[in-house]
């Protein structure tokens, strides 16, 4: 069975840092395409950043290209969001998800080309 879990959530102001993880498990990670996606109330889901396991491409939110950084350990099937300068903005639900197939690099926020889910964990942000 498929399974993402999603931590690190939590209360910051504005300007400080969180970071999120993503354990993965009933998978090969290497095997997908990895993505963090933010939904915030009232809004439609939408991609944060994501990453090809299989040759490495990456792909970043313009909102959050400088802020934020995605990596993964293989070792430990889990991947991480290290969001820096946090703005209130930011503030949202975050879900990782993983997808079975390849995904071209410009697609990749699109977050209905994903499988599977995590519960997601909340991020919010104070002025």
């Known amino acids: 069975e498929v399974q993402l879990v999603e931590s690190g959530g939590g209360l910051v102001q504005a300007g400080g840092s969180l970071r999120l993880s993503c354990a993965a498990s009933?998978?090969?990670?290497?095997?997908?395409?990895i993505g963090w996606f933010r939904q915030a109330p009232g809004k439609e889901r939408e991609g944060v950043s994501c990453?090809?396991?299989?040759?490495?491409?990456?792909w970043y939110a313009d909102s959050v290209k400088g802020r934020f950084t995605l990596s993964s350990d293989n070792a430990k099937n889990t991947a991480y969001l290290q969001m820096n300068s946090l703005k209130p903005e930011d503030t949202a639900v975050y879900y990782c998800?993983?997808?079975?197939?390849?995904?071209?690099?410009?697609?990749?926020?699109?977050?209905?080309?994903?499988?599977?889910w995590g519960q997601g964990t909340q991020v919010t942000v104070s002025s």
């Open positions: 990453i090809s396991r299989s040759d490495g491409s990456t």
């Open positions: 009933g998978f090969t990670f290497d095997d997908y395409v």
């Open positions: 998800a993983a997808a079975g197939s390849p995904i071209r690099a410009q697609a990749m926020g699109v977050y209905h080309l994903y499988d599977y």
